[in-house]
């Protein structure tokens, strides 16, 4: 299951939230050579990780499979202080029904397996019951493919750019319920991945509906 983690929840999973943290860096900074991470301390932390953040865990018998998080993009975000460049067609999308996703990760002995599409799954499932339209994203250009495959619709927010060696481009991708029903299909998913939410868990609620239009 994935777990949701907020600025209510937080103090129940305060040593999972730090070892994401470590994870991400053995991830990022070990693993990708991102070295412009780098804090020298084993921690993989910046500036969009704060009470205002939300969390997605995989936790697979007590230990954190994988992750990502999302950040409002109604505050100064990744894409409009680091990479506005990214979006230089567009514009920057921002609003209270739109947020920016980003450290989506899957750790090395969970890779290949259903840990990758549960993630994708429950970020629709988490807009879709939050009343988001989109999130906005940084990601290198290879995971187009994955996103076409998992059935997300993405659209550009201007031109790739060359980002510490890597083609990397902005994009807003749609939350959607066809979305939805596709990456459970392809991920061979029954039904949600999202653990309940101390009560406040919203899955009787029914899905928003989306009109058609519309790091990591």
Known sequence: MIHVVDAINRHKYGDMIERSYRIRHEIFVDERKWQNLDRGNGIEQDSYDTADTVYFLAIENGRIAGGHRLFPTTRSHMLSEVFPHLAAERGIPQGPDIMEWSRFFVVKEFRGGRVNMELMAALQEYGLRNGLQAVS????????????????????????????????????????????????????LTGPVLAPLDGRDRSTREPVQHSEGLHL
């Open 137 to 188: 994203a940084v990601f290198e250009t290879w995971w187009l493919p994955r996103f076409h495959e998992a059935g997300f619709r993405v659209q550009p927010l201007g031109l790739p750019d060359e980002v510490d060696g890597a083609m990397t481009m902005a994009g807003l991708i749609e939350i959607a319920p066809q979305a939805l029903r596709k990456v459970r299909t392809v991920g061979g």
